[in-house]
């Protein structure tokens, strides 16, 4: 079973039941140093719930300053309540993988594979190494 961290403070229970009805193992995390000690440790994928602590600041260099290798072996989405699921430009420029509009929780399984294998396939040409974690 693939792991997913979310980042969040209190609200996760909607995202993990999503993730686990898609065959995801789902645990939750207060912050990004611990989101990073788990994609570290083999977790494919790190979704940043709105209530996390603010993405983008200082509290998320963790993340942010992943090394090439690990961040190509990973997945990040950026839960936000004002954004629309996929819009690559906001995206990119918050520095993530996937981002996914607070109303779209209950397809975050669904959207996370389809993400997932999008990037495997990507991925698999550069490093097959970190193509391989995708696929968990």
């Known amino acids: 079973m693939r792991r997913v961290v979310l980042v969040s403070g209190n609200q996760a229970q909607a995202y993990q039941g999503a993730l686990a009805a898609s065959g995801f193992e789902a645990v939750t995390v207060p912050s990004y ?75 975050l399984g669904e959207l996370l594979r389809a993400a997932l294998a999008a990037k495997k396939q990507l991925v698999g040409l550069l490093d097959p190494e970190a193509a391989n974690r995708l696929s968990g």
Not at 72 to 93: K, M, S
Request: aromatic share 4%; proline share 9%.
């Open 33 to 107: 140093r611990q989101a990073r000690m788990e994609v570290e440790a083999g977790a494919v994928a790190v979704v940043v719930c709105p209530e996390a602590p603010t993405w983008g600041g200082p509290d998320a260099q963790p993340l942010l300053a992943m090394p090439a290798a690990l961040r190509r072996g990973c997945l990040l989405v950026l839960v936000n309540p004002g954004a629309q699921t996929g819009d690559g430009w906001r995206a990119f420029l918050a520095n993530v993988d996937l981002l996914v509009a607070a109303a779209d929780a209950p397809r």
